[in-house]
């Protein structure tokens, strides 16, 4: 998977290059910051609007996680219905033209079809206050965020499960040049799973020594973290980047997963208008303070490509690769690949339909006691979610499903599951 994955960025990086240096004109470099037009076709979007106040209003209908770019569904969303209601509410205040404040809320309700969550459990939250300074050169987005909700985990945990988020932090750019941008992102978080809230039963992640469930709060942490990148158009229609990451992770209940991730990565971004690409790949090490198994090393990165099939239809490749946390027993961690295929016809114009196929892989770096043969081997899980649907968009409404096959399996023969599966969304706006 690592050798393909560098191969098809290498190719790929050649073919945006070359075709760039042939292409004929230039395109106009964006004299404001990436972050101002998203603000502005905000503040046009806004339902209500008085003096300086902006609100923009929502009502939503969604399986749980089904905005995720790699969408699986988990276990609970195979066993019935298993979606949730939110009312994403959010007011902008402009008292200045390049000063603007936001505070976002989304109530959320969660509806489980025999789950064992009672009410209280389905209720959740987001609440996020946003600070956006636009200078001359330099754009500030201080903002901080606390979020108690359910979420679709659908790596190894395989489960919906409640998580609490608070996060405080700044992102922003710096425009160097006409050709030269700095994107820069530092934050402190924290991420615990409450015991007083749904917690799923048992994980993806398997037993303990006792046979017991291995406890999900396990994942219980903070991060800090920092990533600079830079990007320059250097040619007229392709932009080289150049990115680097710093995290730091403390886990209160399993003090041997603290470690420290470092990360560098080149890249390109590529748009030619009929067909858009976006690639970064590059070494990582998570290292762990306390000795045990090895530390990671490897590639990780994404990439994504868009393309034009004619008039009506487009066609969408992406796929990723990084590392994530693991609680199964004897791990610290295991690596994450995803793919996803997907096209979309429009058949009229408010009517699409689509066909996606997402593909994902576990992989787990050490030995353990298989407990389908009794032998020792390294644990991998394989997971594909194969769907039909299609999306229809009104003036005050947009919405859609897809229907397919799910499929996960595994060498170590846990927690496989197979079957048709039914995902929607339907988002309201007055």
Known sequence: MRGLL???????????????????????????????????????RARIHTGPFYLLSYLQFSDLGYENEFFFPTSEQGGGLSFAISAPQKLYFVPAKKTIYSVTFIPEYAIFSGSSANASNAWGYLVRGDAHYLLNHLYINAYATQANKLQALSGEINRVAT??????GATGEVRYSSKTHAFYTVSGRRFTYPGSRFQPSDTGAGVDFTGAPINIAELDRRERNARLSVLHHTFPLTSL????????????????????????????????????????????????????????????????????????????LAADRDVDFSIALAERYYTADRALFAIDRQATRRLTLRFSSTYGRDVYPALTLNPANAALARRVDDFSFTAVGWRYTMRHARGGFDIGYYRRRSN??????????????LSLSP
């Open 241 to 316: 980047t150049l990115a680097t990451e710093w995290n730091r992770y403390t886990f209160p209940n399993a003090t041997d997963k603290n470690s420290t991730r470092r990360y560098a990565a080149p890249g390109f971004l590529y748009d030619s208008g009929r067909t858009t690409m976006k690639a970064e790949a590059g070494p990582a090490v998570l290292h762990f303070e306390v000795p045990g198994s090895p530390d990671f090393r490897g590639v990780v990165g994404h990439a994504s490509l868009g393309h034009h099939l004619g008039a009506k239809s487009n066609l969408t």
């Open 6 to 44: 560098l191969r098809l960025f290498v190719a790929a990086a050649c073919l945006a290059i070359g075709s760039s240096a042939i292409a004929q004109g230039t395109r106009t470099r964006e004299r404001t910051f990436e972050a101002s037009e998203t603000l502005a076709a905000d503040l046009r």
């Open 412 to 425: 170590f023969d846990i927690d496989e599951q197979s079957g048709i599966r039914l995902a929607i969304a």
């Open 163 to 168: 998580q609490r988020e608070e996060t405080v």
